[in-house]
């Protein structure tokens, strides 16, 4: 794993890396046997804690990778560490039971997150994800969806009638070559409109058809952060899954400085929203 880049940047106190994942070490927490793909290597929680020291990062959420499945352990074992300074969002089969869902909540978990994507393994329909929504509002839990740039039009009605709120993925997945006038970047300024989405401005590197810095997707986060800055988180993504390239995190870091021109605005996304979102003390 190479080592970033220190960021020019200036992350404000209580910065939160909203979007992150752990991956093993394997022989203390396996993959998942139906996993839809290996990582390239561990990725161990003791790495990213220097990563975050390394980038100016004092807060984080861990995501719960489909190459660990629905066995939280590697997630969970990471917010104990530092459970005053990470939670986690959790992958879970829509037949989870209450004492499970408790279980999950008292290790550090706020959320669960469900895929739409069709290099992942699917698993629950949006119906059925909206009734286990139910079970999560006494807790305060929210809803984070993945999904393929093409289905959020489609899917946007049923995300609006959730119990808890829902938060889109890396931007929507979009397709960064087509511009910012395309439908799916449309659908998602609209699905925003609605007070209970939520949107993470990360994935740049994902959403981008170019070479870092990946400027062909600024815009669309540019613009995300300015129309929805009270409902924005960013994460890194590391470290990095599925991609051909492995991002420079320090570079990720400094695109802030274009997606949030204002120091009001970096505050809002990096502090003050997930401090908020997750409940940090």
Same mark, same amino acid.
């Given at each position: ?107 550090? %978990?706020?959320?669960?997150?469900? *895929?739409?994507?069709? +290099? #992942? ?5 949006? !119906?059925?994800?909206? =009734? &286990?929504?139910?079970? %999560?509002?006494?807790?305060?839990? *929210?809803?984070?969806? +993945? #999904? ?5 039009? !489609?899917?946007?009605? =049923? &995300? ?122």
């Amino acid at each position: 794993m190479a080592q970033p880049s220190k960021p020019k940047l200036k992350l404000p106190a209580g910065a939160c890396d909203a979007h992150f994942h752990v991956f093993g070490p394997e022989r203390r927490f396996p993959y998942a046997a139906e996993r839809s793909y290996t990582p390239a290597g561990d990725a161990p929680k003791e790495t990213l804690f220097q990563l975050h020291e390394f980038l100016g990062i004092d807060r984080g959420v861990v995501v719960q990778s489909n190459a660990h499945g629905v066995d939280n352990s590697a997630a969970a074992d990471l917010i104990a560490a530092r459970p005053r300074r990470y939670r986690g969002v959790a992958l879970v089969r829509a037949s989870l039971s209450d004492g499970e869902l408790k279980a999950l909540d008292r290790q550090g %978990f706020r959320g669960a997150r469900f *895929h739409f994507m069709r +290099h #992942l393994a699917q698993g629950a329909g949006v !119906e059925e994800i909206l =009734a &286990l929504a139910k079970r %999560f509002a006494p807790l305060g839990w *929210h809803l984070q969806i +993945h #999904l393929e740039s093409t289905l959020i039009g !489609e899917m946007a009605g =049923a &995300l609006r009638r959730s119990p808890v709120p829902v938060v889109i993925d890396h931007m929507g997945r979009v397709d960064a070559s087509l511009g910012t006038g395309q439908k799916a970047f449309a659908d998602l300024l609209e699905l925003l409109e609605s007070r209970n989405i939520w949107v993470k401005v990360s994935g740049s590197e994902r959403a981008s058809r170019q070479s870092p810095p990946w400027k062909d997707a600024v815009p669309f986060a540019k613009r995300l952060v300015a129309e929805c800055g009270d409902r924005a988180l960013w994460g890194t993504d590391w470290p990095h899954p599925n991609l051909k390239e492995v991002p420079d995190d320090g570079v990720l870091v400094d695109l802030l400085a274009e997606i949030a021109p204002s120091e009001a605005q970096r505050k809002a996304l990096l502090v003050d929203n997930p401090k908020r979102f997750y409940g940090f003390e």
